[in-house]
């Protein structure tokens, strides 16, 4: 059994030892919208095809980051998967099972009506290329690509929304649907912060390594007495949006015990990200994330009643009472 994370809340102040990074409803949670969330009438189809086309033009819009109009597709469209790179970036590759961050348009390829798209909502997508995360068409369509590209592929039901279609979109069984997707940015196990350094001068709190190499940094734990507050502070200052008491955050971490220096639970340790909302998590990460900025780390130190108390999970290795220390990462807001 993989190991599981121990900042999820539950009522009672108690930690659940749910999965992180597994909570694939999060993801498809970035807006109310009919994001291209997986199917599982769908999911057991074999790969497809990657064929050139043929795939609608863009008669508007045609520029990264600027809201597409794609005409109506002419003929019949591919039994495969079309797709055709319309502006090569030069970020860092996709790959199968990172998360993306992008914008999208989705229309259905016989009839043009747009069922999605994230411009108008001014927030990108932020999910999971993995199977029962997202339709397979682009688990299959984006792998090899670089953040900064503009990509436009058609997917047939087998790769999409299968027989049964999606009724709250619009979508038939029998539809090929059409995307552009303009990716931002990639994330994976090895992504880190990315700011400026913030001088760490108050010997009284834990020092954090500011490495930005995918590796865990280092946390230095003074010997002295625990504060009894909330300690938030910049360890890299980012400069994306603040992060909102209800937003859904994608980040790295890692915890240790103020007592012992002993660490307790990382992303780092799985090479898994953790994506959760602040509304699920203990007091201490929700109050000590609120209002910092997406692309920062930040050190917490959360006192007992704003973490576990005198109710820690059992087989954490965390004592009663005890005083946590965390060094988060904050990637992306979902």
């Given at each position: 059994m993989r190991r599981r994370s121990l900042i999820i809340a539950v009522p009672a102040g108690l930690a659940t030892l749910a999965a992180c990074g597994d909570d694939k409803s999060d993801s498809s949670k970035a807006s109310d919208s009919t994001s291209p969330s997986a199917s599982s009438s769908a999911s057991s189809a074999p790969p497809p095809k990657i064929v050139d086309g043929p795939l609608p033009a863009i008669t508007a819009g045609a520029k990264f980051g600027e809201k597409p109009t794609v005409a109506k597709g002419s003929g019949s469209p591919s039994d495969q998967l079309a797709v055709k790179t319309l502006i090569t970036g030069n970020g860092t590759t996709v790959v199968e099972g990172d998360y993306i961050q992008a914008h999208y348009l989705g229309q259905i390829y016989s009839t043009a009506k747009i069922f999605d798209n994230s411009y108008d909502r001014k927030t990108p997508l932020v999910i999971q290329l993995a199977q029962s995360s997202i339709i397979d068409g682009w688990r299959y369509a984006l792998p090899g690509k670089k953040a900064g590209s503009r990509v436009e592929f058609s997917v047939p039901p087998t790769w999409a929304y299968g027989k049964e279609g999606n009724a709250q979109a619009g979508?038939?069984?029998?539809?090929?649907?059409?995307?552009?997707?303009?990716?931002?940015?990639?994330?994976n196990g090895k992504s880190s912060a990315k700011g400026k350094n913030v001088p760490q001068t108050d010997s009284a709190l834990p020092k954090v390594g500011t490495n930005t190499d995918g590796k865990a940094p280092s946390i230095e734990v003074p010997k002295k007495a625990a504060p009894t507050?909330?300690?938030?502070?910049?360890?890299?200052?980012?400069?994306?949006d603040e992060v909102a008491a209800d937003s859904t955050l994608l980040v790295q971490y890692k915890g240790v015990v103020w007592d012992s220096g002993k660490e307790f639970d990382s992303t780092y340790s799985r090479g898994q990200l953790a994506s959760f909302s602040l509304q699920q998590v203990v007091k201490g990460w929700a109050q000590g994330l609120t209002g910092k900025k997406v692309g920062s780390r930040v050190l917490i130190s959360i006192p007992p009643k704003l973490g576990y108390g005198d109710k820690p999970?059992?087989?954490?290795?965390?004592?009663?009472?005890?005083?946590?220390?965390?060094?988060v990462d904050i990637l992306a807001k979902m």
């Open positions: 979508i038939k069984g029998t539809d090929t649907l059409v995307f552009v997707v303009d990716i931002q940015n990639t994330f507050k909330l300690v938030s502070e910049y360890v890299i200052e980012g400069d994306g999970p059992a087989g954490s290795g965390i004592e009663k009472d005890s005083t946590l220390v965390f060094t």
